[in-house]
């Protein structure tokens, strides 16, 4: 989970969100609209009986809040809560498993603020079933030397080329989350082609100058820091609550780049 605002348990519950898978949540920064309910939620974890570790990636500032909080208000919790500075893992991933890659890269803002790239690793290559029955190849360890691009030699001595037997392997798909901040071309090699950039769009242009004064974007700058970094999709959030609607920061960055959509909530996005 990324950001952990005061409603979140109200919106797991919305959304039917089954808070026991949760066990690693990334705060970008301090300000209480991206980590007010974090205390909140492990409380309700504890209560619940929690066992699975949580693991909790955030500034350094901000642990050094939360840690007496945590300590006040979730005494005796069955689970280790374990803290992750952000800071400390600058230049390598702040996560990773056998499938995905998280990495923390730093933002402009009020406070020291960070966004994520969350990228899978390359996957291996397609094995074609009709290769498997023609060769009769059923050793586990060819079928995975031929997922990884190996050729393969059949007992008789023949090498039949990695391009018969598999097609390319599916595409790693990306995200990257960057809220809260002034555009940060700096980012943009980083997030190069990324799948999803969800982006700050607090501020439509005739607020340019308060998004410059409170280090946040406006809708139209989200849009142009999308074509630097060649999203393929942006998602513009964290609107000022001064607009009833959004529509005219869509239109907004829409002019600069055609694939963008809201952040409404309850939004669910394929890649
Ligand atoms: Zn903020
Ligand atoms: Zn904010």
């Known amino acids: 989970m990324v950001d952990c605002a005061e409603a979140t348990q109200l919106q797991f519950m919305r959304y039917r969100f089954r808070d026991s898978r949760l066990g690693h949540i990334f705060i970008s920064h301090s300000h209480g ?29 901000l642990i050094d809040m939360l840690m007496p909080q945590i300590d006040f208000f979730v005494k005796n919790a069955g689970f280790n809560i374990c803290f992750r500075p952000i800071e400390d893992a600058m230049g390598r991933p702040l996560y990773e498993d056998e499938e ?17 790239l969350f990228r899978e690793k390359p996957r291996e290559r397609h094995i074609k079933r009709e290769s498997i029955e023609r060769y009769g190849i059923g050793n586990a360890d060819d079928i995975k030397h031929i997922k990884r691009g190996g050729d393969y030699i059949t007992p008789d001595g023949t090498v039949i080329p990695n391009q018969e037997l598999t097609t390319p392997p599916t595409p790693p798909r990306s995200y990257a989350y960057s809220s809260d901040t002034m555009p940060n071309a700096a980012n943009a090699e980083l997030l190069d082609g990324v799948d999803l950039l969800y982006h700050d769009a607090t501020y439509a242009e005739a607020e340019a100058a308060l998004a410059e004064a409170m280090c946040h974007s406006t809708a139209r700058q989200a849009a142009g820091f999308a074509v630097m970094c060649k999203a393929k999709k942006l998602m513009l959030g964290h609107y000022s609550s001064r607009y009833k609607t959004e529509d005219r920061l869509l239109e907004e960055a829409v002019k600069v780049f055609p694939n963008t959509v809201l952040a409404n909530e309850g939004l669910r996005m394929e890649l």
């Open 100 to 116: 995905i890659e998280v990495t923390a890269f730093p933002l402009i803002h009020r406070v020291p603020c960070f966004g994520f």
């Open 33 to 61: 609209d991206h980590c007010l309910g974090l205390v909140g939620l492990l409380s309700s974890q504890s209560l619940w009986g929690r066992r699975d570790d949580i693991n909790i990636y955030a500034p350094n500032e």
